[in-house]
């Protein structure tokens, strides 16, 4: 299986979402769009959104950090109020 990252919005003045490493052992399917995560940011931990799954990242991938902890099972929003979020 090719390797996959998740682009996660943090809430930080900056127009962009980040790239992050899935958790060490996590499957694929655990992750959708929608779901919070806690991630690394900046020397702290932040609460996002991860908004895409994909298999190329923006940035070198041995720069990327993993996330810490899926705060979700499920997303919290339906995919069409997620996507007018997104939007």
């Known amino acids: ?3 996959y990252y998740l682009s996660v919005a943090v809430p930080a003045p900056l127009p962009r979402v980040f790239d992050y490493l899935p958790q060490a052992g996590a499957a694929m399917s655990q992750y959708q ?7 690394p940011f900046g020397g702290r931990l932040l609460i996002g959104v991860i908004v895409d799954i994909h298999q190329n990242p923006q940035i070198d991938p ?11 099972t499920a997303p919290l929003l339906d995919g069409t109020l997620f996507r007018l979020g997104f939007w």
């Open 62 to 72: 041995i720069k990327l950090k993993p996330i810490q902890e899926c705060i979700d």
């Open 33 to 39: 769009a929608g779901l919070r995560v806690k991630v």
């Open 1 to 3: 299986m090719s390797p």
